[in-house]
């Protein structure tokens, strides 16, 4: 079948329904389509399966191909010189076709043009030359070939077509005066096709129709039935169309009366100013009431607004009510009410911008992808979010709600809510008291402009509560969805609408927060970040930032890797990164002086020269101990800062049978060393000690490093590790740490860090780390590298643990004091929760 030229051309002009534009260059020729492999009528070709279109014959449309499997198959039809058949799918969203996917009618299709385009897709031109039935499918891999019949369809016009051809151009005729989308030439093109069947098609092509609809069509074959089906719906699109064209009507005719009582209002106002008699006051009012006309209020606000500019009207100008209710109008006028910016719900556009502007927290960008992705599906059902992002101070949780409103396309405010004691802080004033004003949720809505903006409330855990009365208590209207519809503010008496904002809030610790208030909010911790992520960050983010701020694009200082890592191990001890960039900062700005006193630049900043850059070290990290000793025992702690070693020192001293515990050890952790106690007590007889021994030695135990508080259960099998070493004259392996809580029983329990704990022992020297069994699934999180650095021992019982760590008893001295290595002195640290 030959290409129809002049037909394709008018087609595309037309502005026809299609996927994509695609222009027609006046060079290109088309091909003539070549002859399909045949036998007794049946068609076998490539198929190519179609999203959101149904092709009909004699159609003129681009295409875009983009999957794998369709490209081969245009590829083979034009290699091949055979037909394609395309086909709709029954769901757009599957990815791999299968036939059950598929309808079993399609279109024979003529590809007049392809281009390839930069990321591998297929740009063609295709023209319908059949319908087409498929009978089999011969494979789908490497794409998907069938075998189908052609349907010839009939183009005798009988008494009963040539009566449903005018009935139905009738009617199209009034759909296209009535319908502003579709050119008038529509009407002239279809008044000259003579074929039943190509009339039908025509008009379905036109008409907004869902793919099931158009496919009813495609698979209607008798051109009589086919103007039948085109009726009906061209009767409902008509009736739709003439509803829409009163409501059109009476609009234009509100419009009309509008400008009407407008024109009598211009025409009131020239006459006052030819008889000279507007004043200020009154040139005040009307703007007031010409702003109000303008406003986009909802019809409750609109009529309390209405009804205090009709007191103000009334008022002398020197009353002193004048001032209150002009402010409190200005605040109605300026308040955003329905105004909104468009979400960007491009998932791939958002996920980038999270990713560029913040590496790691993959917890809260799933957490926003999914939003976007629930609103694409249901937007109209989709609640916005209220989140709560907890971590220690500089992990990013600020930063990413604007990252978040920047990828959505959303406007971003913070309000900070630290220190906040006054419930009317968040409620507002009332209009009775001198000075009031909104609260500040209003304040910041109104500097928004928007009613979906993202909302940050900074602090949240850190609202104070005094005779004033509890700002936490005003915030659970706020950030509850069932509520936030109609916000009542003390000063406006109207209800605002919060139900659209994007509730961001951000804490240190969950536990100030009330109970009600946290109920309300969906937790994403931040973690501490490690040191391999805090030089990734370094990378990314901190060191292009210091180097553009300090004007050293042109000669740019290269950090290494062990200079990195010393600036955080030695110079910062801190979960977030504020303090690391404040040392990189301090690099740049020597750099940057060397520059301005015309020296040589600083091209490479190593290990070595930080001390001159720096000073000397801050901070020193915990190593592992240079020897297997008795009574020393190496633990595994978590604080904000990451992990750290921490070893536990037991000594034995004649004595009652005392237990002496020392380094400002919290309650928890005091209760641990009872319990690891009473476990060796009563485990005495198979460790070999004699009843008597306990009532007659004094034990001490000891961690290091006292001005830091230390507290938690997951120091119990240390201790108790440490304890049955001193005991049994077992030295304990120097390149074993260990965490767990333990039981009188001794069961491990698990704990929480493990993830810190396990980087600190690798960073720190050891080679064996023995966790609870029940803490298996949290190596997950454990990089894969460390994991394989280390031999991590997974226990259950204490026994299991005294297996890995103790080594077989020697003899024993006349005195061995346990635990005397003395440790370098450090730094001031965070306090330690094991």
Not at 717 to 726: D, E, G, H, R
Not at 753 to 761: D, F, R
Not at 823 to 828: L, R
Request: proline content about 7%; hydrophobic content about 40%; aromatic content about 6%.
């Amino acid at each position: 079948m030959s290409w129809d030229r002049e037909w394709g051309e008018w087609w595309m002009q037309m502005g026809w329904p299609q996927p994509s534009p695609f222009p027609l260059f006046d060079e290109f020729e088309f091909e003539e389509a070549g002859p399909a492999e045949e036998a007794g009528g049946i068609l076998e070709g490539p198929l190519l399966p179609l999203r959101d279109l149904v092709f009909f014959p004699r159609m003129v449309s681009p295409l875009v191909v983009g999957r794998d499997r369709s490209v081969e198959a245009v590829e083979v039809a034009l290699e091949r010189d055979e037909p394609l058949i395309a086909v709709a799918q029954r769901d757009p969203e599957v990815e791999e076709v299968e036939p059950e996917d598929l309808y079993e009618f399609g279109t024979d299709i003529l590809i007049g043009r392809m281009l390839r385009m930069p990321d591998g897709s297929l740009s063609i031109l295709a023209q319908g030359r059949q319908r087409v039935q498929i009978i089999e499918y011969v494979h789908t891999e490497p794409y998907i070939r069938v075998r189908a019949i052609p349907i010839a369809e009939s183009a005798e016009r009988t008494r009963l077509t040539e009566a449903l051809m005018r009935a139905t151009l009738a009617l199209f005729e009034k759909v296209v005066q009535l319908n502003r989308s579709m050119p008038e030439d529509l009407y002239v093109f279809a008044l000259n096709v003579h074929e039943p069947g190509w009339l039908a098609d025509l008009i379905a092509q036109s008409l907004s129709l869902d793919t099931s609809q158009r496919q009813e069509i495609l698979e209607t074959l008798d051109p009589a039935a086919r103007l039948q089906r085109i009726s009906v719906l061209l009767a409902k699109e008509l009736d739709v169309l003439e509803l829409e064209d009163q409501i059109h009507s009476r609009v234009q005719q509100e419009l009309d009366r509008a400008q009407r009582e407008h024109f009598l209002r211009e025409q009131m106002k020239a006459i006052q100013t030819e008889l000279g008699e507007t004043d200020a006051f009154t040139r005040e009012v009307n703007e007031l009431r010409d702003r109000l006309v303008k406003a986009n209020l909802p019809d409750e606000v609109r009529a309390q607004a209405e009804k205090e500019l009709e007191r103000l009207a009334a008022m002398p100008p020197m009353a002193p009510e004048v001032g209150i209710i002009r402010t409190y109008l200005d605040w109605i006028l300026e308040l955003p009410w329905k105004e909104e910016t468009e979400d960007n719900l491009d998932l791939q556009h958002v996920a980038e911008v999270l990713e560029s502007n913040h590496y790691g927290l993959p917890k809260a960008k799933e957490r926003i992808l999914e939003y976007i992705a629930v609103k694409k599906l249901a937007p109209d059902k989709m609640r916005s979010p209220i989140l709560c992002f907890v971590g220690p101070p500089g992990t990013g949780k600020t930063s990413l709600g604007k990252s978040i409103a920047k990828a959505l396309g959303r406007n971003f405010v913070r309000v900070s809510l630290g220190g906040v004691r006054d419930e009317a802080e968040i409620r507002g004033h009332r209009r009775t008291y001198i000075g009031a004003m909104p609260g500040r949720i209003i304040q910041t809505m109104r500097r928004a402009k928007t009613i979906n903006p993202v909302f940050m409330l900074d602090e949240v855990d850190k609202l104070g509560l005094d005779f004033r009365g509890d700002p936490a208590a005003a915030l659970l209207e706020v950030l509850d969805p069932e509520q936030n519809h109609a916000f009542s503010d003390h000063y406006l008496e109207v209800p605002y609408d919060l139900s659209k904002v994007f509730f961001i809030t951000t804490a240190n610790t969950l536990d100030p927060i009330p109970p009600a208030l946290r109920d309300r909010m969906e937790v994403i911790e931040f973690p501490s970040y490690i040191e391999e992520e805090k030089m990734e960050i370094a990378r990314r983010f901190l060191i292009p930032r210091q180097i553009e701020e300090h004007g050293l694009g042109e000669n740019p200082p290269r950090f290494t890797d062990a200079a990195l890592r010393r600036i955080i191990r030695e110079y910062t001890y801190e979960a977030g990164v504020r303090n690391l960039e404040r040392e990189i900062a301090s690099i740049c700005r020597k750099a940057a002086r060397r520059l301005a006193e015309g020296k040589k630049p600083l091209r490479q900043i190593t290990a070595r020269m930080l001390p001159k850059l720096l000073g000397p070290p801050r901070f020193l990290r915990d190593k592992a101990e240079e020897k297997d000793e008795v009574g020393l025992a190496t633990g595994l702690a978590w604080t904000e800062a990451g992990g750290d070693l921490m070893p536990v020192e037991v000594t034995l001293m004649p004595g009652k049978g005392s237990l002496i515990l020392t380094g400002q050890l919290g309650e928890v952790m005091q209760e641990s060393a009872q319990a690891a106690l009473s476990y060796a007590r009563s485990r005495s007889k198979e460790l070999g000690l004699s009843r008597d021994l306990f009532d007659k030695t004094d034990i001490h135990i000891h961690l290091p490093e006292g001005a830091i508080p230390k507290d938690g259960p997951s120091a119990g099998i240390t201790m108790a590790t440490a304890l049955i070493s001193a005991l049994t004259n077992r030295s304990v392996r120097r390149d074993v740490g260990m965490t767990g809580e333990i039981t009188l029983r001794g069961r491990v329990l698990p704990v929480g860090g493990l993830k810190e704990k396990i980087l600190a022992a690798h960073r720190a020297g050891l080679k064996t780390v023995v966790i609870p069994k029940r803490n298996e699934p949290d190596l997950v999180e454990i990089p894969r590298k460390v994991r394989r650095a280390l031999k991590i021992v997974r226990v259950e019982r204490m026994e299991e643990v005294l297996e890995v760590a103790l080594l077989p008893p020697v003899e024993k001295e006349e005195e061995a004091p346990a635990g005397e290595g003395g440790e370098a002195e450090k730094g001031k640290k965070e306090p330690v929760r094991q």
